[in-house]
């Protein structure tokens, strides 16, 4: 995991460094303009349109929130979504601006070799990435062939240079020999695929094509593809990079980098086969397009457009190749829970082609009245092929139910019995039937999960999600429900923690609230019911046990994007509600706020120490219930006796504070 792999790299004092530098107006004032309104700050939301601003950022809380979208989190979590970046490279973004050297600690030969290895691939991909535009633009042959062929295809200079396209001559080594003469590895040139060896020699592998750099999230070239402009039946059309440590093609998709802001703001993805695709529909203002390279689209492809939305649009050929193409994705894009269109461009046609032909209004208009349902064009697809065959319409039948299975999200419940319904009408089959097949298919991949978990095997990607597995544990009636979570109070216990675990408890003692909260003889993190609250004290401990106190800093700008973005909301509570709880379930009256943090600190332990206790007298009066001899109805008796008098001296004030 990325995040982990960080971790291992970096001093923490130089991550503690770059978040005390931390001016959160400063960076999303740099992409958003921004107002002083009071105290806080407001403009317009950059994650959804909007024309009165709702977008407001608290320099004292140090985080922002959209009151219309919803959008919500600190610096680096904005930079993580605006720009698309991994936590890793936001903090690096952050580094560099404020000037603060990353220090990095020990790591085994191997690790640091790697980590060499993929800065070296980048940066001959990016000089190569500047010498073949340069060739392409002020080059007489680059001119002649490169840039001719590109204002052929109706390209711009304004779109080339956006794209960053280039041309590689026909000299047989005009690259390679400039690149040696630089400095550059021979070994990572061939690794890049940039040069080849050919009778001994170094050779460019890309010489007489038009150069298309890819890119990844952040705008670093990863690789290249490579069209041949000239007729040769033994050459192939397209060279790419081959793949090495930087470029997994599977893991690309070609056009992000440009397309991710309008993906983010219009809540859509569109997909084509090609480059030339991507960049027509981005010169005709279409811009939330990507492209697939001509591959059949992978897992991690679609996650990647999931980053972004749930919704994909895919324009393919109107033939049947095309058609083909385009059902090979779709059980992979139903599981990974996308709401997925399909659009044919009429035949003989292509996006580019067809954008350039009608006009982007025109094109964007036939996009929108001709979106088709994915898992319904499948199923009226293979009808038309099937006939009146009754065994093939048997087979169709389990296709389409094992792929509706997989529609486990709890979420997409509605989603699913609708395509229960519709398909059921199409094939002409009965309904209930429909349902029991797919509950079939469920079924099976439930117990499939459930004997790799006993191998303690990894689950498959083809396998039930944990919120399918929730809702089925849910419809059967397995949850606790007699003592809902309190969280109010757990969050309330996270807080405390994160503004005041270093603030003095005791003077005589010289203890402080994080030592008060960890010395008492229970465990708050197994007391906690919250998920969230449990991942914080969790390491809240672990770092406490370090002989550290960590700041509500280090968990408002964590890599882990969830205690991240919960820590923000954490804090931002006002509202402790401890003393409407206390008042209805224990007749106790507490006072909270900032100038009773001491009070606060005993009312919110108390209270969970108090709910653990309830549970177990309950628990025990059940156990008495079942007690099927004198001696075991006498222990349970000494349990309760015992339980009692723990729940009589916090409700009392022993060992304790209540305040009236």
């Known amino acids: 995991m990325q995040f982990a792999f960080f971790q291992t790299l970096i001093a923490q004092h130089t991550i503690q460094q770059i978040l005390s530098r931390i001016d959160i107006v400063e960076i999303v004032g740099s992409f958003v303009k921004l107002k002083k309104r009071g105290t806080n700050y407001l403009g317009l939301c950059p994650f959804h349109n909007e024309k009165s601003p709702s977008f407001t950022v608290s320099p004292s809380k140090e985080i922002y929130k959209c009151f219309g979208c919803g959008a919500s989190g600190n610096t680096i979590s904005f930079l993580m979504e605006h720009e698309k970046y991994s936590y890793v490279e936001a903090l690096r973004w952050l580094a560099q601006k404020y000037n603060v050297e990353i220090e990095e600690k020990e790591v085994s030969a191997e690790v640091k070799q790697q980590q060499l290895l993929a800065d070296s691939l980048y940066i001959i991909n990016n000089f190569a990435r500047e010498y073949f535009t340069k060739t392409l633009l002020e080059t007489e042959e680059g001119q002649n062939i490169g840039l001719s062929y590109f204002e052929e295809r109706g390209f711009t200079k304004e779109t080339i240079q956006k794209f960053q396209l280039g041309y590689c001559s026909n000299e047989r080594d005009a690259f390679a020999r400039t690149a040696l003469e630089k400095g550059y590895n021979l070994d990572y040139l061939q690794k890049t695929g940039l040069v080849t060896i050919r009778n001994e020699q170094p050779a460019d592998n890309y010489r007489g094509r038009v150069i298309f750099p890819i890119h990844n999230q952040s705008g670093k070239v990863l690789g290249f593809g490579a069209r041949i402009l000239v007729k040769n039946d033994r050459a192939p059309k397209y060279i790419n990079s081959p793949e090495n440590e930087i470029y997994v093609k599977s893991k690309v998709l070609y056009g992000t980098y440009f397309a991710r802001h309008a993906i983010d703001r219009l809540n859509e993805c569109l997909l084509v086969e090609g480059y030339t695709d991507v960049i027509s529909l981005h010169q005709a203002g279409i811009e939330n397009v990507v492209a697939s390279s001509g591959t059949s689209l992978t897992v991690d492809q679609l996650r990647l457009v999931k980053k972004y939305t749930n919704n994909l649009t895919i324009l393919y050929d109107g033939d049947s190749a095309g058609v083909k193409a385009a059902l090979r994705g779709l059980d992979m894009a139903v599981e990974e829970g996308l709401n997925v269109k399909l659009v044919l461009i009429p035949d003989k046609e292509d996006p580019d082609s067809y ?224 003393s409407i709880n206390w008042k209805e379930r224990f007749e106790i009256d507490t006072v909270c706020g900032d100038n009773a943090y001491l009070r606060d600190t005993i009312s919110t332990t108390n209270y969970l120490i108090l709910r653990k206790i309830k549970k177990l007298i309950l628990e025990n009066q059940q156990e008495m219930e079942k007690a099927e001899t004198f001696d075991m109805q006498m222990k349970c008796v000494e349990v309760h006796q015992h339980l009692k008098q723990l729940e009589m001296e916090l409700t009392q004030g022993i060992g304790t504070v209540i305040f009236r």
């Open 355 to 578: 954008v350039q032909k009608i006009g982007a209004p025109a094109f964007r208009q036939f996009v929108e009245t001709n979106k088709q349902d994915f898992v319904l064009f499948k199923l009226q697809t293979s009808m038309q092929d099937i006939g009146n065959d009754s065994n093939r319409k048997s087979q169709l039948v389990n296709e389409i139910a094992e792929t509706i299975s997989k529609i486990d999200k709890v979420e997409d419940f509605t989603r699913q019995q609708d395509y229960i319904r519709q398909c059921s009408q199409l094939l002409k089959i009965d309904e209930q039937g429909m349902i029991t097949l797919v509950n079939k298919f469920i079924r099976e991949r439930l117990h499939k999960r459930e004997q790799q978990l006993a191998k303690n095997a990894p689950p498959e990607d083809d396998q039930l999600s944990d919120e399918a597995i929730a809702a089925m544990e849910a419809a059967e009636g397995n949850f606790d429900v007699i003592f809902p979570t309190d969280e109010k109070q757990e969050r309330e216990l996270v807080k405390i923690l994160l503004r005041f675990g270093d603030m003095p408890f005791s003077e005589e003692e010289k203890n402080s609230v994080a030592d008060y909260v960890f010395h008492l003889p229970y465990d708050f993190e197994s007391l906690a019911d919250s998920e969230i609250v449990k991942k914080i004290l969790r390491e809240y401990k672990s770092r406490y046990d370090e002989g550290s106190t960590p700041d509500k800093k280090w968990f408002l700008y964590h890599e882990d994007a969830d205690i991240s973005k919960q820590t923000a909301l954490i804090l931002e509570d006002k509202e402790a509600d401890l």
